[in-house]
């Protein structure tokens, strides 16, 4: 029977709105029998190395990851959420090239943006999820806008072949 592995939560980390303890979530993950468990906390990577060294410990692979606003660079628009997951060590320093470039570039009301456009030297070892509801394709679909929807659809198949994967969500 496959087991499920949760790909998005956030921790204690996540100052808006994370309350889960990293010693906690793991030793749940444990108690279920999960194989792994992700973290994506918002827009940072602090809980890494304990989230990493706890999981490691209890025998559960720590996939690490960030849920980010990103921008796109030809529209003025509201970001929208994408979560990043670390396929690998690449993986893992794109996504810490992206995360620091957004804070030090692209602040936008405190809270780091990154660029669609940033992507294209960065992509190589992530795994992107869509972000649901909040996403730029959800966000085209409910607003009947299926051309555009397309469009972004393969603007993020392209740049990550064989791991770019849509969400699903519940809306009522």
Known sequence: MPSFIHLHLHTEYSLI??????????????????????ITDLSNLF????????????????II???CCVKNDLNSDRGFQLILLCQNQQGYRNLIQLISRAYLENQQEGQPVLKKSWFANYSAGLI????????????????????????????WLTLFPNRFYLQLQRLG
């Open 65 to 67: 990851g960030v849920e």
């Open 47 to 62: 809980a890494t190395i304990k989230f990493y060294q706890t999981a490691i410990k209890k025998g559960i692979k720590p």
């Open 128 to 155: 992107a999820l869509s972000g649901a509801r909040e996403g730029d394709i959800a966000s085209c679909l409910m607003k009947k806008n299926k051309p555009l929807a397309a469009e972004y659809l393969q603007f």
């Open 17 to 38: 709105d994370g309350l889960i303890r990293i010693d906690k979530l793991v030793a749940k993950a444990d108690e279920l029998s999960m194989p792994a468990i992700a």
